[in-house]
């Protein structure tokens, strides 16, 4: 197969679709991780360090501070919308266009274009965030080599439609069982029902009131939910035992102890028999007081939003790194058949992060 090489004096948007043409569904990420490599190792100023298929690029100008800038290069599978098509609306269609090649192709274009930025910058391509969250990339290079990602602030260029979404929300997922005796239906009174013994834990998560707190200006919304339930033997026997699946989603400003420590105090009198965590992953503070956020926030004008899903900002975050997401991809259209970007969006994040890296 010929090296692709890639044109960083490209503008953002044929950059994005010379991406979106590169295709590289998670797993096949090695030809365009290579296309990358190649094409920042031809940039005097920065240094480019690899781990598999994940590409970190360095500035070293002893400068006050570090942001940095990541992004994901593989997406999900294609739906037939390959090669990408601009249209005459300035729209331009494919699989990436907005999760996230648009932002990446933003990352390129500042990495080649500002080489003495005021802030040291730190930029890293990585794979596998589409996949299996064991499988991440930017999970991978912060395990093996977390002083790569070192820094004051990061900035994640997922879609977010140019708009600063900060930290994002834990989730909590556990199974609460509940026991009885098994018995002849026609004989029920010989034993006891479960499922019933379930209606407190029902009752509780109907009148739940769930949080909606303020964190550095960013309103978030918490719910405790349950998601699954599962009980019953044969039709004509009285069930022994029956689980409900709940999932809390809490704001970032409680731990991952502290959740926990709230659901089970939530169901604590409710007659559970088990609780069994089943997954957990700590959310993300929005990091907007510091003032290198501080700083961006201002330079990119407009009102931060929080974000309300998990993301890979909450990786950061576990480094002690403040991240947030801003990119000119649309959430709402990642992982579509008819994924597409606004070119102006594009054009407008790149001139936006090169005013802030220049003043
Ligand atoms: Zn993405």
Redesign the pocket.
Known sequence: MPETVLDLTLDGPALTAALVDHRSVSGEEKPLADAIEQALRLLPHLTVDRHGNNIVARTHLGRAERVVLA??IDTVPVAENLPSRLDENGILWGCGTS??KS?VAVQLRIAATVPEPNRDLTFVFYDN??VAAHLNGLGHVADAHPDWLTGDFAILL??SDAQVEGGCQGTLRVHLRTEGERAHSARSWMGSNAIHAAAPILARLAAYEPRRPVIDGLEYREGLNAVGIEGGVATNVIPDACTVVVNYRYAPDRSMEEAEAHVREVFADCGVSEFVVDDHTGGALPGLSHPAAAAFMAAVGGTAQPKFGW??VSRFSALGVPAVNYGP?N?LL?HKRDEHVAVAKITHCEERLREWLTA
């Open positions: 992004g994901h999760d996230m932002g965030e589409e997922e879609p993301t890979d991809g959430a990642a």
